[in-house]
């Protein structure tokens, strides 16, 4: 088991840009997938992105294709989400979890972090 702390969220305008992180303690960060997903007020659940055990195999939604970046750094046990061209429709509670292998299904994952808000203003 390894848990999640993600931070970072906070307004910004459209257009602009906001490094999420997810910070990990308990077992070794490396040996878990890591994906991204947020919920909007009223909305169901939603895949962003998600990183390979290795960082090698990056993946992201159509939605966000081309705006925001997923990395990882083994040595400070982080996950980032690089977000640029921030819009609205970004605007959402944004959820870092863990598993064995990475999907866009949030169902596999077993580690969860409590969310960060991210507020994308007109």
């Known amino acids: 088991q390894v848990q999640l702390v993600e931070s970072g969220g906070g307004l910004v305008q459209a257009g602009g840009s906001l490094r999420l992180s997810c910070a990990a303690s308990?077992?070794?960060?490396?040996?878990?997938?890591v994906g991204w997903f947020r919920q909007a007020a009223g909305k169901e659940r939603e895949y962003v992105a998600r990183?390979?055990?290795?960082?090698?195999?990056?993946q992201y939604a159509d939605s966000v294709q081309g705006r925001f970046t997923i990395s990882r750094d083994s040595a400070k046990n982080t996950v980032y989400l690089q977000m640029n061209s921030l819009k609205p429709e970004d605007t959402s509670v944004y959820y870092c979890?863990?598993?064995?292998?990475?999907?866009?299904?949030?169902?596999?994952?077993?580690?969860w972090g409590q969310g960060t808000q991210v507020t994308v203003s007109s």
């Open positions: 979890a863990a598993g064995a292998r990475g999907t866009s299904d949030p169902q596999p994952y077993d580690s």
């Open positions: 308990g077992r070794t960060f490396s040996n878990y997938a």
């Open positions: 990183i390979s055990r290795s960082g090698a195999i990056r």
